[in-house]
């Protein structure tokens, strides 16, 4: 290898300018591989700017690298439906928190019949819940205390349910899980227009690492959108930093159940942050926990939806309930019938 290195920069002092292009970018093929390999290249990549954030502005990056001694973010906020007694006297493999809206009723109900509808799979319980705030709207907050008593899967508190608290929504979730399921092996959070192959998932929790674990699809390298007309718009002023920690997406990821406690309290000692996901980043940081990339978490325009790329993958962010029925439908009707080729859907999830 050191051979044909060498030969490789000879080349590009004497080699045509076309064989110099295609060793430069063969040279830049194999670091990009690298550093979205190796995880000590991507705690390299974000030491540096961190430092480089340093010098700019003269101060540490207040969510990452600062340690508040005093509670600065308490979510101080009480359950309107706990569910208390959900996990009692359960061995409970794989707690699924998915986020959801008050007004979506029908995901959760598409959700209930089809892709979360196994409470035991391989042997390991599943329990499924639902997390909401409160609706600005009383009939909404009445459907729900219906539904939550049909169901008995709703947990409520009593913070304002909106797109810019989900982070409370991702502390009231870490704090439920701790209070009242703290003997969980596995989390998996979601949203509720989300199809997931809990099969697939529980079979790769099984030989998960039982703590510090977390993973899904990982943003290594993300810059805060500066674009004010993006719905994940971030000023300057709010983060002046140039990248995020690694984060996983936030429709769906998986931790171990050692982390929900740990991620309640470091997230009362970080500033609240509009965007949940980013923000799960920032206390994963602060634990020193590495999230890992795992092939099967498709984000929203990924992957044309077929019956192959949900039988392989883990968690595929739909955004539409009729196509979740469909697609469960499908792999209810051609269990063995299809022969889907994984190294082609390895290879697919890698653009």
Known sequence: MTTKIRRSLVCLRHCSPSAKRLILISLAGVVILYLLANDQASKTVHTVAS?????????????????????????????VIPEANICKNEDVFLIVLIHSSPSHSSLRNIQRETSLSDANILGK????????????????????????????????????????????????????????????????????????????????????????????????????YRDRHSKWFISEKIYPYKYYPPFCRGYAYVMSGDLPPRLFQVAQHIPDFPLDDVFTGFC????????????????????????????????????????????????????????????????????
């Not at 430092?51 to 101080?76: A, M, Q, V």
């Open 51 to 79: 430092y480089s954030d340093y010098l700019r502005l003269h101060s540490h990056n207040r969510y990452t690298e600062e340690i508040s001694d005093g509670i600065i973010n308490p979510h101080n906020y009480s359950f």
């Open 125 to 224: 319980r599943i329990i499924v819940v639902y997390l909401i705030g409160n609706a600005t709207k009383m009939y909404l907050n009445n459907h729900i205390l219906a539904e939550s008593q049909k169901h008995r899967d709703i947990i409520v508190e009593d913070f304002k349910d909106s797109y810019y608290n989900l982070t409370q929504k991702f502390m009231m979730g870490m704090r439920w899980v701790s209070e009242f399921c703290p003997n969980a092996r596995f989390v998996l959070k979601g949203d509720d227009d989300v199809y997931f192959n809990l099969h697939n998932i529980v079979k790769m929790l099984i030989s998960a690492p039982s703590e510090n674990f977390m993973s899904g699809y990982v943003y290594k390298y993300s810059r805060p």
């Open 284 to 351: 994963a940081r602060k634990l020193n926990i590495s999230p890992v990339s795992k092939v099967g978490f498709r984000g929203p325009g990924s992957d044309i939806l077929s019956f192959c790329s949900m039988n392989l993958s883990h968690a595929v962010h739909v955004g539409d309930g009729q196509m979740i029925s469909k697609l469960w439908q499908e792999q209810q009707e051609n269990p063995h019938q299809i022969s889907c080729s994984s190294i082609a859907y390895y290879i697919g999830s890698l653009f």
